[in-house]
């Protein structure tokens, strides 16, 4: 039998060294080894003959449409592609006190009000403490089993012994341990391990997993990346502190699109389910404002419509300021350097301030636009023409160049009463009431602002 020796593995990405040293080569991050036990040593080389023979089908063996279980709050089941598929893994990740534990409970007793089994596994908390949560949502489902466990072993002869659920919740996956492996609970191999068991069971029993993950510094699921592979979809819950909407974000879903976005309100009641957020995330608009311009801008198939604030003012420091929420930093030193250099704008004397309203971050950029009506209208103390939304990727040279999805974006704006939408050339017939001002170079975008030079 090997010899099993000690090796020292890093919490972020897994990484394994014969030595401790203080800094990962692989992820560059600082103190994350820990000793573990190595492996036992594979037996050299595999002999034909010894395994079970797998059989193989073909592409008609699949059935033409996945099964699916909807939970029955709208913007989880648009996440999930339209339900639970069963023995499919899900993994949700998201900062503490996002409302990631809040968010599964309140899944899993929806399904439980419609006579689904579900079972609630928690490493985190008592029972007690579950049922009080649940008393204090309004949640009260006879149908929902709750328990508080570790051991993976015993959470497996748990199941076994009571019946297999429809719906399994571990909340979560990092407090989990396999006692056959000797590291601490939280550890990569024993993450590593524990979802793979409890994978295992989900595929072969047709239990739609949840598990609840926790985040590191950097927003990233914690434990070893290969975890977000072995799963079938995972999900982020993202929000500000200082904000009540949450953003249920899909990164990875092998049974529908990624990038889709579910919207929800933490109220005292919990978690509340946004149907319109365009209409929420403007809802507290105050009238017609220097610096301030509305982006039409796509969630995955949602069109989203939120509001882009800007703030540029004198500065009295030797190296301006620059802060933004809610955008790329990156991207607004290339807007701003555009601006400088094909506008004839100057940006170097003063403090900007970018802010995304209500928490929402934006990736795409069809920002570009938007982001620049803003500074512009502030560094020249402008408002908008009224009732106007803006959309257009914004290139080195000046240009204005198309995006995806614009009619979907017109239609959206329409929806909501907006007259006027700054947009590029090529964005196709307007919706009616909606006039279109079509751009294809970002210099004629100074012509909405008297004394900027515009034609």
């Known amino acids: 039998m090997a010899r099993s020796e000690e090796r020292f593995v890093c919490q972020n990405c897994g990484s394994a060294y014969s030595r401790w040293q203080g800094r990962c080569d692989d992820c560059g991050e600082w103190n994350s080894l820990v000793a573990e036990a190595a492996p036992a040593a594979l037996p050299k080389g595999l002999k ?4 079970r023979a797998i059989e193989f089908s073909g592409l008609d063996a699949a059935p033409a449409e996945e099964p699916r279980l909807a939970v029955g709050m709208p913007e989880l089941d648009r996440v999930l592609g339209g339900g639970l598929v069963p023995g499919s893994a899900i993994l949700i990740g998201g900062d503490p006190g996002i409302g990631k534990s809040t968010l599964v409970l309140q899944a899993a007793a929806k399904l439980g009000s419609r006579g689904i089994d579900c079972a609630y596994i928690s490493g985190e908390e008592a029972v007690a403490q579950i049922a009080l949560r649940a008393r204090r949502l309004g949640l009260s489902q006879p149908k929902l089993r709750l328990a508080a466990a570790n051991s993976l072993r015993d959470i497996l002869a748990g199941l076994e012994k009571s019946g297999r659920p429809d719906v399994l919740v571990i909340d979560s ?8 492996i000797d590291s601490a609970p939280g550890t990569v191999s024993q993450v590593r391990a524990s979802v793979q068991e409890l994978i295992r069971l989900a595929k072969s029993r047709d239990v739609a997993l949840f598990l609840v993950g926790h985040v590191t510094k950097d927003g990233q699921i914690a434990g070893p990346r290969v975890v977000e592979h072995m799963v079938d979809t995972v999900l982020y819950f993202e929000g500000e502190r200082g904000h009540q909407f949450r953003i249920l974000r899909s990164v990875k879903n092998r049974f529908g699109a ?3 976005i579910g919207v929800f309100a933490m109220t ?3 978690l509340a389910e946004v149907a319109n957020p365009s209409a929420l995330f403007l809802g507290n608009r105050g009238g017609n404002v220097p610096g301030a311009a509305v982006f039409a801008g796509m969630e995955g198939s949602r069109p989203l419509l939120v509001e882009i604030q800007a703030l540029v003012a004198p500065s009295s420091l030797g190296t301006p300021r620059r802060a933004v929420v809610g955008w790329d ?3 607004l030193a290339m807007v701003m350097a555009v601006l400088e250099a094909r506008c004839g704008l100057a940006f170097g004397g003063n403090d900007v301030y970018l802010n995304v309203a209500g928490g ?3 990736n795409e950029p069809a920002a570009d636009l938007a982001v620049a009506a803003a500074l512009v209208s502030s560094l020249t103390d402008q408002p908008l023409p009224e009732e106007t939304v803006v959309f257009g990727e914004i290139s080195l040279a000046g240009e204005v160049r198309p995006v995806a999805r614009m009619e979907a974006r017109l239609r959206e ?6 007259r006027h939408a700054i947009v590029p050339q090529g964005a196709g017939r307007a919706p009616d009431g909606l006039r279109l001002s079509a751009f ?3 210099a004629a975008l100074l012509a909405l602002f008297p004394g900027t030079g515009g034609n």
């Not at 034909?48 to 395994?51: L, Q, V, Y």
């Not at 996956?173 to 056959?180: E, K, L, P």
């Open 258 to 260: 990624t990038d889709e």
């Open 173 to 180: 996956i990092q407090t989990m341990y396999v006692d056959n």
């Open 440 to 442: 294809d170079r970002l």
């Open 48 to 51: 034909a003959g010894r395994g």
């Open 329 to 331: 930093g990156g991207r």
């Open 268 to 270: 005292d009641g919990g």
């Open 413 to 418: 704006a329409a929806k909501l009463g907006f």
């Open 360 to 362: 929402l971050r934006i």
